[in-house]
Nanobody, 126 residues
Framework: QVQLVESGGGLVQAGGSLRLSCAAS????????MGWFRQAPGKERDVVAL????????RYADSVKGRFTISRDVAKNAVYLQMNNLQPEDTAVYYC???????????????????WGQGTEVTVSS
């Protein structure tokens, strides 16, 4: 089992920045693929960013490329999402996700990830 706990959400004005953190515990193995997903009210849970265990391989949704950065701290068993130039359309609940069986940062379907945090809310005002 893998336990994931997010933090760092909040209210920010358009153009502002937030940094989300995800603390992982349990079976934090080197095969893990970690990612951030988000879900706006009435919408599906969509991928934001993915990375492998070391953070050497990453993948981003087109809507956040150039604004968001996913990173890892292996020593702290943590995954981060730095979000810059936030826009109202970024408003959502953000979830940290992980899986121990996926091969690389290529799977963007939420249903493929076995482990989830409780979510942290991000609200961007215009």
């Amino acid at each position: 089992q893998v336990q994931l706990v997010e933090s760092g959400g909040g209210l920010v004005q358009a153009g502002g920045s937030l940094r989300l953190s995800c603390a992982a515990s349990g079976r934090t193995e080197s095969t893990a693929i970690m990612g951030w997903f988000r879900q706006a009210p009435g919408k599906e849970r969509d991928v934001v960013a993915l990375c492998n265990w070391t953070g050497s391989s990453t993948r981003y949704a087109d809507s956040v490329k150039g604004r968001f950065t996913i990173s890892r701290d292996v020593a702290k068993n943590a995954v981060y999402l730095q979000m810059n130039n936030l826009q109202p359309e970024d408003t959502a609940v953000y979830y940290c996700a992980g899986d121990l069986t996926l091969a690389g940062c290529t799977v963007s379907t939420a249903g493929a990830y076995a482990y989830w945090g409780q979510g942290t809310e991000v609200t961007v005002s215009s």
